[in-house]
């Protein structure tokens, strides 16, 4: 079992809708929770990050972690063709400078 | 967060050849820098992580000697790809560690002839 999953998607949403991606993971001692986008030939740009539980907003985006079932989600409420992109679980345990641990991705696609 | 560069943004070699790709933290002193590979429609995976005025510390299957890492300050840290080969050709991209999370670089692209 790998230590972070994602679905790869692609996952092709109208514009408008609310887009819901998700990540489950196997160890309970990562403490911090990423979310980055990917645009193509491009490097991931941070998003979301969270601590612990609970959820964060930010604009269009929510994060929420859920640490008792290992699960994290982004939603992305009236997406828009920029939206468009691979989205990127990351998670790292307590230690600053310690490797984060990425999903595969989940590719988007928003159509107009 | 952090905003980090990397030079050049794409690269075309020869076989044989070496390259040097550079990243720089540019708005951050960064201690902690890492290099990470990305073939096309797969996640990024980490190579090595590269400590100011320390070793770099590299991956399970990632040679040291190929892939030489040079962290000499605390804004630049430099890859480079030795007697570069096809196989090599992939998209380069490097982070900095701003605590307990990463920005990354634009990325390299390279391609090796």
């Known amino acids: 079992q790998k230590e972070v999953e994602q679905d790869p998607g692609p996952l092709s949403v109208p514009e408008g809708a609310i887009v819901s991606l998700n990540c489950t993971y196997s160890n309970s001692a990562f403490q911090y929770f990423m979310w980055y986008r990917q645009y193509s030939r491009k490097g991931p740009e941070l998003l979301m990050y969270t601590y612990s539980s609970g959820n964060k907003e930010d604009g269009r985006f929510t994060a929420q972690v859920d640490k008792s079932s290992k699960y994290i989600s982004l939603f992305i409420r009236d997406s828009q063709p920029s939206d468009s992109a691979t989205y990127l679980c990351?998670?790292?345990?307590?230690?600053?400078?310690?490797?984060?641990?990425f999903g595969k991705g989940t590719t988007l696609s928003v159509s107009s | 967060g952090a905003v980090v560069s990397q030079h050049p943004s794409r690269v075309i070699c020869k076989s044989g050849t070496s390259v040097k790709i550079e990243c720089r933290s540019l708005?951050?002193?960064?201690?902690?820098m890492f290099w990470y590979r990305q073939f096309p429609k797969q996640s990024l995976m980490l190579m090595a992580t590269s400590n100011e005025g320390s070793k770099a510390t590299y991956e399970q299957g990632v040679e040291k000697d190929k892939f030489l890492i040079n962290h000499a300050s605390l804004t630049l840290s430099t890859l480079t790809v030795t007697s570069a080969h096809p196989e090599d050709s992939s998209f380069y991209i490097c982070s900095v560690g701003q605590e307990e999370t990463q920005y990354f670089g634009p990325g390299t692209r390279l391609l090796v002839l």
């Open positions: 708005d951050f002193q960064a201690t902690t």
């Open positions: 990351a998670m790292i345990l307590n230690q600053a400078g310690t490797a984060l641990i």
